[in-house]
Nanobody
Framework: VQLQASGGGLVQAGGSLRLSCVASGSTLSSYAMGWYRQAPGKTRGLVAR???????SIAASVKGRFTISRDNAKNSVDLQMNSLKPEDTAVYYC???????WGQGTQVTVSS
């Protein structure tokens, strides 16, 4: 499995971004997927997770602002990020729980 993350960028506080993670080499539908983030000097932490059946788990720090969804037909998992804050600035990574594969990361920068 290979994961390709995209959609990051520079946005002002209060803005929105949508990250996408597309898999190649295998189908995603049988496994949970997750989005993590890592800010400079901090450890990588879970942002959101979605099971193979669509059950989601969202970190408290982004609950109500971020949503995770998956499209098994497109072999993709998206992270919709609304009401972004400067503290959301980080490199965002997607991962496939079945294989432990990580995407390359996409930078999200939120300016105040």
């Amino acid at each position: 499995v290979q994961l390709q993350a995209s959609g990051g960028g520079l946005v002002q506080a209060g803005g929105s971004l949508r990250l996408s993670c597309v898999a190649s080499g295998s189908t995603l539908s049988s496994y949970a997927m997750g989005w993590y983030r890592q800010a400079p000097g901090k450890t990588r932490g879970l942002v959101a997770r979605i099971s193979s059946t669509g059950v989601t788990s969202i970190a408290a720090s982004v609950k109500g602002r971020f949503t995770i969804s998956r499209d098994n037909a497109k072999n993709s998992v998206d992270l919709q990020m609304n009401s972004l804050k400067p503290e959301d600035t980080a490199v965002y990574y997607c991962t496939h729980y079945g294989t432990g594969v990580w995407g390359q990361g996409t930078q999200v920068t939120v300016s105040s």
